[in-house]
């Protein structure tokens, strides 16, 4: 049983509970959808069928295949299949008319209302290295609009979630609210990328100028990065070439730690019109900062 504050917000009524500072741009029916939290308490069962399929082939030598051509490396292995397999399994039962949205497996249900986007193995690359920064990303996605989300870390049993009730962060047994940081200049910033090598061409000039203006800057994270920012540790993750799975997931925890997360032309992201540009930030004033070293390169 999920017993956490944002679970039992959610019950009672997610409108009227949500900090509106915390919330972008979400729709008025939101405060209608009471079927948020039954969803939300599923995330526990997901959690433990990662645990299940991921760890078994953690550090030790899975199969890996190379989803990418041209001398390229993307590779996937039967824990991101196995994974998928089993949360969607999960879904299909528990909510048989809602869409899902998966990394390895497609999409199902597109016109539905509320849809599941699944990323089995975030950071894959690190899984197969043996680096502990890999994880399982779920999202809900209401009418377009990111409303729930958890990142689960399965080697340390570490999790963090969120939605417009609040954001909470859960490591065996312990549970503590996230909240983000005050950062009012770049020369105060830690910023996080998963690498450079993202960014091209003109891109690539706007990410140099923003690296260069912050004083800690750290690469390798994936997903951990954006959870960062949720927790305060963080204060910008900027991105690019990503996928709807890489980071609708994450987007509720963010917002609801009091967080911003938006395109580099600083629009919400969303399902339709989504451009892979990212940029996360744990202090507004911050936010509009970097947009403005961002936004000639926004696509």
């Known amino acids: 049983m999920l017993n956490s504050r944002c679970v039992r917000l959610l019950f009672d009524h997610l409108g009227a509970f949500a900090p509106q500072q915390r919330v972008s741009a979400l729709p008025s029916q939101l405060s209608e959808y009471s079927g948020l939290a039954e969803r939300v ?29 041209q001398g390229a490396f993307d590779p996937v292995t039967e824990a991101d299949r196995a994974c998928e397999r089993a949360m969607r399994n999960l879904i299909e039962q528990a909510f048989p008319t809602d869409g899902i949205i998966g990394e390895e497996y497609g999409n199902v249900r597109p016109e539905a209302s509320v849809q599941w986007i699944i990323d089995p193995i975030d950071g894959t690359r690190a899984y197969v290295a ?12 209401y009418e377009e609009t990111p409303v729930a989300g958890m990142g689960y870390q399965p080697f340390l049993d570490e999790s963090f979630e969120g939605s417009a009730a609040g954001a909470l962060w859960k490591m065996r047994g312990a549970e503590r609210e996230l909240q983000t940081r005050a950062c009012q200049s770049f020369s105060e910033a830690t910023l996080m990328t998963t690498t450079p090598s993202l960014f091209q061409g003109q891109q690539r000039a706007a990410y140099d100028r923003l690296e260069a203006a912050c004083r800690n ?51 919400p992201l969303r399902e339709t019109g989504f451009t892979g540009q990212v940029l996360a930030a744990g202090d507004r004033g911050l936010h509009q900062q970097a947009l403005k070293l961002l936004r000639h390169a926004a696509v």
Not at 132 to 141: A, D, N, Q, T
Request: negative net charge; contains cysteine.
């Open 41 to 69: 308490a599923r995330f526990e069962d997901l959690k433990r069928l990662a645990r299940a399929e991921t760890l078994t082939h953690f550090r030790a030598a899975p199969e890996i295949s190379n989803k990418a051509n």
């Open 130 to 141: 043996g680096v502990p920064l890999w994880g399982s990303l779920v999202g809900i996605v």
């Open 217 to 267: 800057v750290r690469y390798g994270t994936d997903w951990y990065g954006y959870a960062l920012v949720a927790a305060g540790t963080c204060d910008l993750v900027v991105e690019t070439g990503l996928a709807l799975y890489d980071i609708l997931p994450l987007v509720p925890i963010i917002e609801g730690s009091g967080g911003i997360v938006t395109d580099w032309g600083g629009a």
